[in-house]
């Protein structure tokens, strides 16, 4: 949500800034604008659209060569995306220039301040309230323009990441973070800035994760941090593990594709050395074992596609350990009062580690003692470093919005965290076995990618549909909603995914002639599961629907009642959503190409959502 880049050293700063936004873009692609410093003066470029609209702008009207520059790609909030509302936000002196990311929840009383003084605004953003701030901050004398934000900082409540640069000191970039991510990048006689690793990896892969509430100052050849009173802060550098192809397109269309190809090698990083003689490892997870056994609930919270995975954890930890547990949106945990204590474990799950929902559902968790276990796939990322402990999910870097990888892999580790459980409380299940079945998934989702091309006849077929549903039972309904999902967030079509027996209480009503039915239907060995479902695509089918039947390779007993089959590799009901949703994903990516849509920037959407 908002991408940021800051650079100080000897390369062309416009250059390795808009590189950086180029590898942000997925975080928000309403507008881009970049800062830089020339000749004692604040100097900038900002445009509404893509980042290319501003690549051609600054063809047009370059900007010179500078060795310092700070840039942004934006997601709005506050204010429409136009090119006034775009950042950088410059002060009325024009000496200031600031990036933002977040929301500044205090804004109209800062900014009703300011009018007073008789400041003139020039966007409705919250974000330009900084800048004049920080201009009034720098007007006293020898003011330091670190101080000066941190003193900004202090005014502003919400969240928050700012990067900003004064015309008065070419040499230096300002950053400051409160509960949005901000990564320096440590090189040679040059220092980075950005919301994320991926905008300086073919820099430098040494990185540093800022704290809460620091400000960073970044020079050519210096970082220092420190806390918002000043007081030098305690950081700790780490190695980024992927490479710069982890983040290219490497020869596919999209970065979607890309990533859903990967799923197989996804699956089987996240498993390795995670297993070891048919057993789980979790060796680096930080939590007593006593802990583990005394907890009497989980709740599992977590939004989007990562709710998804959630949902199957449920029925994964529920029927492996007898845990009860319970699976809430992020967004709405925390307003509902829920019953918290030490007894119940909370599994926050993120792709990006920074979604703020779920943030806050972490930190109001924690502060009622409750112990909380991130599955993250963002090392060093705000959620897991506010966990009591963490499992990575190791997708590699996730560029396209509509997560695939990642959420295969979140259900891979709910998998084992579930099979651990188990081991650990002493359960008399064949673990061994089920160990076994679930080291087998990766290569079942290779068996799905090879046979996946009649997938995409099929969105041909029925891009003109005014509505696809998509029905499952037990696992296959949390399948159903994530293939619904990905629908209408890439292909803008209206796409509901239901419990196929709910259908009956109403749903069926929406089934007219023609209406197109995705079913996931459970192993055929599932008997009772499968004899309902059976039933279900009947009902579907005596109202005119049109059926397309995920079902496994060995069930001819569904044959009959497909319009369309796809055909998916056998294994036991709990492990099935994995290589059901891939033919989802590919049906929706080649449903958004079919239309012209961005398959990997749908409208309207960022990837890394931080604002509540
Ligand atoms: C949909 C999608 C979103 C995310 C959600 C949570 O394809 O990607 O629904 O799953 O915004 O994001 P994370 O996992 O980063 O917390």
Redesign the pocket.
Known sequence: MCGIVGYVGPQSATKVVIDGLRRLEYRGYDSAGIATIQDGLITFRKRAGKLGILESELEQNPLLNTHTAIGHTRWATHGGPNDSNAHPHISADGKVAVIHNGIIENFTELKNELLKSGVDFQSETDTEVVAHLLSEAMNVKDAELADALRSVCKRLRGAFTLVVVHADHPDLVVGARRNSPLVVGLGTAENFLASDVAAFIEHTRTAIELGQDQVVELRADSVHVTDFDGNAAQTSQYEVTWDIQAAEKSGYDTFMLKEINEQPKAVADTLLGRIRDNHIVLDDLKFDLDVLKSIDKIIIT??????HAGLIAKYAIEHWTRIPCEVEL?SEFRYRDPVLNEKILIIA???????MD?LMATRYAREQGSKVLAIC??QGST?PRESDAVIYTHAGPEIA????K??IT?VITVYVFALFLAQVRGSSMDIEALVREVSDMSAKVDVVLDTIEPVKQLAEQFKDASSVLFIGRHVGFPVALEGA??LK?LAYMHAEGFAAGELKHGPIALIEPGVPVIVIVPPAKDSVLHEKIVSNIQEVRARGAKTIIVAEENDDIVEQFADYLIRIPQCPTLLQPVVSVVPLQVFAAEMATVKGYDVDQPRN?A???TVE
Do not use: D, M, P, R
């Open positions: 977590a939004c989007g596609t990562a709710y992020a799950i993120s792709q990006s580690g920074e979604t779920t796939n963002t959620i919005v509509a997560s695939t990642a959420f979140q999902l990905k967030e959407l990837k890394s959502v």
